[in-house]
Antibody, heavy 122, light 108 residues
Framework: EVQLVESGGGFVQPGGSLRLSCAAS????????MHWVRQAPGKGLVWVSR????????SYADSVEGRFTMSRDNAKNTLYLEMNSLRAEDTAVYYC???????????????WGQGAPVTVAS | SYVLTQPPSVSVAPGKTARITCAEN??????VHWYQQKPGQAPVLVIY???DRPSGIPERFSGSNSGSTATLTISGVEAGDEAEYFC???????????FGTGTTVTVL
């Protein structure tokens, strides 16, 4: 069974930093692209960032470019999101999401974690 | 960049058909995926590549995509289909991923 378990969420003041982790199991992690997608309270889904299967390339939404850094450790089956210079508008649930692009050729989110809540407030 | 417009809400009686649209100029040239999100839960993929169903998704869920509108159709709606539904495409102009505005389906 595919499992994606996020951790590291919490409360942080504006300007602060936080690192999210996502532990993957039940599949060959190194064969999949991975994403972070966030959802502010009562709002829709917003794509945040993506890494390819070996971590050699990343892409970010304009709203987080330069502040967030996504990485992965395929030996540990773990995905990371380093978030710096956090703002109130970054408050959201952050989902770790799997993308089978290298296998299917589709840019699709086929499995989602349960999410890690992040609150940025003073 | 793409802006995928969905109706905020759709109401449907049990057993009837719900149609959820996702509009964007020339979306028919894109590959569209659909997600279902129930309150307090993570989203679940229900349709990929315009009209394919992942394993475990009932045949009641179907999709189409042409011209400026993609459509998710739920036939024989059940109470358990109450959820918010989002369409999604990949924006090749910026290597970004775009979600629709979301549609809440209410079963009367």
């Amino acid at each position: 069974e595919v499992q994606l378990v996020e951790s590291g969420g919490g409360f942080v003041q504006p300007g602060g930093s936080l690192r999210l982790s996502c532990a993957a199991s039940g599949f060959t992690f190194s064969k999949y692209w991975m994403h972070w997608v966030r959802q502010a309270p009562g709002k829709g889904l917003v794509w945040v960032s993506r890494t390819n299967s070996d971590g050699s390339t990343t892409s970010y939404a304009d709203s987080v470019e330069g502040r967030f850094t996504m990485s992965r450790d395929n030996a540990k089956n773990t995905l990371y999101l380093e978030m710096n210079s956090l703002r109130a508008e970054d408050t959201a649930v952050y989902y770790c999401v799997r993308d089978p692009y290298d296998i299917s050729g589709y840019y699709v989110f086929d499995h989602w974690g349960q999410g890690a809540p992040v609150t940025v407030a003073s | 960049s793409y802006v995928l417009t969905q109706p905020p809400s759709v109401s449907v009686a049990p057993g009837k058909t719900a149609r959820i649209t996702c509009a964007e100029n020339n979306i028919g040239s894109q590959t569209v995926h659909w997600y279902q999100q129930k309150p307090g839960q993570a989203p679940v993929l229900v349709i990929y590549y315009d009209s394919d169903r992942p394993s475990g998704i009932p045949e009641r869920f179907s999709g189409s995509n042409s011209g400026s509108t993609a459509t998710l159709t739920i036939s024989g709606v059940e109470a358990g289909d109450e959820a918010e539904y989002f369409c999604q495409v990949w924006d090749n102009r910026g290597d970004h991923y775009v979600f629709g505005t979301g549609t809440t389906v209410t079963v009367l």
